[in-house]
């Protein structure tokens, strides 16, 4: 196969992944009403049915490295991407929330195995001068799979019901997995590892995320007054610091903490996660403005959630285009500066009547914003981290992104339902509030709306630190942003952190 073409291959192997990826996600937020009422699900268990499927992706996107080091990139992408099909036929089948809280957890797993290794092996695939471009298309794709998802997941839902959210991934499942195979194949030199993985880093990590997940939402739709709330606030403070102090002595550590030396990378991670705590908000709470608040279908809600993503989906490769060129700072800061003014009008003009046409043009503002800022901010971080730290890098910037959206379900649960009285929440959540009657209906309906409110204040907020930090990160020329060859492009490490990096050095190398 011939290098140029090869390379389009590679990404249209990934951008699948990409695509189902987005439209799991999207096609459940619709679905969640619907699953509530058939499941008979409480708001927690609908919430960590959500989460369940990000943690485990996001404790798994710290292991990838070593897996990869084990399995070799492309075999553990192609794994993933059968798991996760595998899971969506089974996750239909489903009986009960906690079940299907398990199911997710499987399916996180995989979905991990796809994510973690999908950026490196583009990287790997595209010069660093054409890096922009190729990531601005997978991220447009996943701007498809958000548009596509909601009134796919809207229609599914309505006509079939919530199993068939998690049935239409299959076939797509097959055709990613023929596919990569044909292209990626199996084959692949691998060193035997040196190392361990880093168990006692990974279960710091588990404990800590899932205490603060635990708190916040059990907080939130229970009461705060509780043992359950104690002891996970109690494991995030004290497994973080625990995670951080294995990190920085492990001889083969999941991050490398002197990565974030570079303030290209660091802040680049950074800005990244703030954004995604911003802008995942923008979605999860207005599919619950438009069917619990509105009393809206599924497949109007997905419909009316589209200008969200074909912002994204117009401006990715726009973003793409201009960090090629000219670097990724300023397309970057101005995506995010976007995305503000767009949740800081939602902020202001989301009422029960406000005229749909005004909702819609914030959304695509905020779209735009998002598109301009991924794929430049993904550029700017892959090329920071050097060839040497490429696979590594993926890794980190999953984690990042993945954190910020799992903190962004999570807390603007807790800034919606601090305004909404408690026996009026899941009627809210659920779709049902038609069933609530008088005074109760309208104090319940303007508490949520005023939670509206203070969620996307707070989210605007976030998007302006965002913006600096963005910024500060500085800017190179075009091209610049990437290391010499035989160089790194990452400032000198201790001497277990060198240990660390020569078995990335082993997972990057050895399956361009």
Known sequence: MARGFHKWSVLSVTSLGALLSALNFSTLIIALPDLIRSLHASLLQAMWIMMAYMVAQTVMVLMAGSLADRMGRRRLYLFGMLLFTILSLVSGFATTAPILIVLRVFQGIGGA???????????????????????????????????MGPVLGGWLTTAYGWPWTFWFNVPFGIVAVGWGLWVLGLKTTLNKPTHRMDFSGIFAYLFAITGFLIALTWGAVQTWNAQVVYLGAAAFFVALPIFFWVETRSEAPLIHLGLFRNRLFGLGNLSATLNAIARMSILFLLIFYFQGAKGDTALTAGILSTPLAIGMLVFSPVGGWIADRWGAT???????????????????????????????????????????????????????????????????????????????????????????????????????????????????????????????????????????????????????????????????????????????????????
């Open 113 to 147: 195995m796809v994510m973690a290794n999908s950026t490196a092996i583009v990287a790997d695939a595209f010069p660093h001068q054409e890096l922009g471009r190729a990531l601005g298309i997978n991220v447009m794709v996943v701007a498809v799979g958000q548009i």
């Open 330 to 512: 300023i397309p970057a800061t101005v995506g995010i500066l976007l995305s503000m003014v767009g949740l800081i009008g939602l902020a202001i003009d989301t009422h029960l009547y406000t005229p749909y046409w005004r909702l819609a043009l914030w959304m695509a503002i905020a779209g735009v914003g998002s598109g301009l800022f991924n794929s430049p901010n993904t550029s700017s971080i892959m090329n920071a981290a050097g060839l040497r730290h490429r696979g590594e890098a993926s890794g980190v910037r999953s984690l990042t992104t993945n954190t910020g959206m799992l903190i962004s379900i999570a807390f603007s649960l807790v800034l919606v339902t601090s305004n909404i009285p408690r026996h009026a929440m899941l009627a809210i959540f659920a779709g049902t509030v038609e069933g609530i009657h008088g005074a109760k209906q309208v104090e319940s309906l303007q508490g949520f709306i005023r939670g509206l409110h203070v969620a996307f204040w707070t989210m605007s907020g976030i998007s302006l630190i965002a913006a600096i930090l963005s910024a500060l990160r500085g800017s190179r020329p075009a091209g610049g942003e990437t290391e010499p060859a035989g160089s790194s492009a990452i400032e000198p490490m201790n001497g277990d952190q060198v240990r660390g990096a020569r078995s990335t050095h082993r997972e990057t190398g050895t399956e361009k």
